[in-house]
C-alpha cells in the first residue's frame, strides 16, 4: 500500500494546544490554549517526576511560525495514517509518545530557523531540494551518530506526512529520505558489550549503595521539587500582561533592591549569569516578556552582574 495524500477539508482553528483525550489521567492543572505564547506539554506525561517540556512560539520566525503551530498541534493530537504506516520500520507509531513530540520539535524548529536565514517565508517552498540542502548544511555537519541521523530525518517524514494530512496544508514536500535513509545516515560504530573493561566489584559495590541510599533518602524531595517547579511553570505560562503584572514586576525588584538580595537566575556552567525570567514570572504573575523588559532597564543589568543569585523553590527539605 502506498500513502496517498488525500485532500484534507477546511477546517477552523483548534480552541486546545493539547485535546482532552491526550491529557494524562494524573493532570489536574489546566490546559493551553492554541494561541497561547507558550504550549506545556506537561499535560501529556503522566511521570510526576518526568521533565517538564515546553514550546515557546517565540523561538519560530514570524513568517513560519503559524504554519508551524499547526503541525506541531498535528503531531500532539492527531494519529499517521494506516496507508502511511503500512511500509514503515516497527518503531514508527501512528502517534508519538511524550518525549517523541518535543525532539522532532526541536528538529522542526531548526529547520525553521535555517529556512529564516535563507529568506523563506513559507514551508510550500519546503521541496526535496531544500531538504538535501538543509541536510548537506545543518545535519551532516553536527557529527551526530547513526541513531540521531535517523532520527532527524524521521522527524521531516512526519512533517511532510502531518502536512499531507492537513486541514490547511501548508504545501510540504516529500523528503528524498522518506522510503529510505540509508544513503544519509552514517555507518554503525563499532560497539559491543565487551568493547571495555568490567567496572571492578571494589567500585561499583559502593556506588550500587549510595545508590540506593539516593533514592530512598531524597525520592519524596525529589519529586516535591518536581511538582513545584511544574506548578511554576504552569503558572508562568498562564501570566496575562497588564498594567497591575507590570507594576508588580517592579515591585518585586525594588524589594530585592532595598533589602540587598540578589536577582534570581538560572543555573550556567560558564559565562554570565542569566535572568530566571519564568521564575519570576511565577512569584509576580507576569508575563516572561513583561519580566525581561523590566530587567533590561537601568539599574537591573548592572545590579544582575553584581548580585546573581539562585532560584529557590517552596520545598522543605526533609532528606
Not at 494524562?24 to 506539554?41: E, F, M, T, V
Not at 566489584?201 to 540506593?212: M, Q
Request: proline share 10%.
Amino acid at each position: 500500500m502506498t500513502f496517498v495524500p488525500q485532500p484534507p477539508t477546511a477546517a477552523a482553528a483548534p480552541i486546545w494546544a493539547i485535546e482532552p483525550d491526550r491529557v494524562a489521567a494524573s493532570w489536574r492543572g489546566p490546559l493551553p490554549r492554541y494561541g497561547d505564547p507558550i504550549w506545556l506539554l506537561t499535560p501529556l506525561d503522566d511521570n510526576p517526576a518526568g521533565r517538564a517540556h515546553r514550546i515557546v512560539w517565540d523561538g519560530y520566525p514570524d513568517a513560519l511560525r503559524e504554519e508551524f503551530r499547526l503541525l506541531v498541534w498535528l503531531l500532539i493530537n492527531r494519529r499517521l495514517p494506516d496507508a502511511f504506516l503500512a511500509r514503515r520500520a516497527p518503531s514508527w507509531r501512528s502517534r508519538p509518545s511524550y518525549a517523541g513530540i518535543y525532539h522532532p520539535h526541536l528538529a522542526w524548529l531548526r529547520l525553521a530557523k535555517w529556512l529564516a536565514r535563507r529568506g523563506t517565508t513559507t514551508l510550500r517552498a519546503c521541496q526535496a531540494d531544500v531538504y538535501d540542502a538543509y541536510f548537506d548544511d545543518a545535519i551532516r555537519p553536527r557529527g551526530l551518530d547513526r541513531t540521531q541521523v535517523h532520527n532527524e530525518l524521521a522527524a521531516f517524514t512526519r512533517l511532510w506526512a502531518l502536512d499531507a494530512t492537513s486541514p490547511r496544508p501548508a504545501g510540504v514536500g516529500e523528503p528524498s529520505w522518506a522510503h529510505d535513509d540509508d544513503e544519509y545516515v552514517p555507518s554503525a560504530r563499532p560497539g559491543g558489550e565487551n568493547a571495555r573493561e568490567p567496572i571492578a566489584p571494589a567500585t561499583i559495590g559502593p556506588l550500587l549503595v549510595w545508590s540506593l541510599r539516593l533514592v530512598e533518602d531524597f525520592a519524596a524531595d525529589i519529586l516535591a521539587a518536581t511538582e513545584a517547579h511544574q506548578r511554576l511553570l504552569v503558572r508562568a505560562a498562564h501570566a496575562s500582561a497588564t498594567p497591575e503584572s507590570r507594576d508588580r514586576v517592579e515591585s518585586y525588584l525594588a524589594r530585592l533592591a532595598a533589602d540587598g538580595q540578589p536577582l534570581p537566575t538560572r543555573a550556567r556552567t560558564a559565562g554570565a549569569p542569566t535572568l530566571a525570567t519564568t521564575y519570576i514570572s511565577a512569584l509576580t504573575d507576569a508575563t516572561e516578556h513583561q519580566v525581561q523588559r523590566a530587567c533590561q532597564k537601568a539599574p537591573w543589568p548592572a545590579y544582575l552582574r553584581n548580585h546573581p543569585g539562585t532560584s529557590p523553590l517552596p520545598v522543605e527539605i526533609t532528606a
